[in-house]
């Protein structure tokens, strides 16, 4: 399964998407595309009506997610264990990026991400099956 970032579900649902988010996108169509609770979190964030909030919780249940999940007590145990052994590299990531990762993790998926600042690293990669989307 392909676990979307925000960063790829905000370029992919625009009225507009980005053009290389739907290329990303359309290679993988065959793939299961997931998203975790924390993402969800930050996609809806984004929007201030309740109405418009549940319009698109529903577009994005029905349209573009197969999988939704949560970030839960296997996830945190395994946020704990990336955080440790990048720790050890003298690299990190934030608190909302690591949960992200982590649930892609530990689900055994990928995470799809156009944030190659945070995740296009070594350590990263070494702990991580991580697609790094050129948006640029």
Do not use: C
Request: hydrophobic share 40%; proline share 4%.
């Amino acid at each position: 399964m392909i676990y979307l970032d925000n960063d790829i579900l905000r370029k992919f649902a625009k009225p507009d998407p980005d053009p290389k988010v739907v290329d990303y996108l359309n290679r993988h169509r065959s793939e299961p595309w997931g998203v975790s609770t924390v993402v969800l979190y930050e996609f809806l964030s984004y929007y201030d009506s309740p109405g418009t909030r549940q319009e698109r919780l529903h577009t994005l249940k029905t349209r573009v997610a197969d999988d939704i999940a949560s970030f839960d007590e296997d996830a945190a145990v395994e946020a704990a264990s990336m955080e440790s052994s990048l720790g050890k590299t003298n690299t990190s990531l934030d608190a909302a990026d690591l949960m992200i990762a982590a649930t892609a993790r530990q689900r055994g998926g990928v995470l799809a991400t156009a944030n190659k600042r945070d995740f296009d690293k070594r350590p990263i990669r070494q702990l991580l099956d991580v697609d790094i989307v050129d948006v640029s």
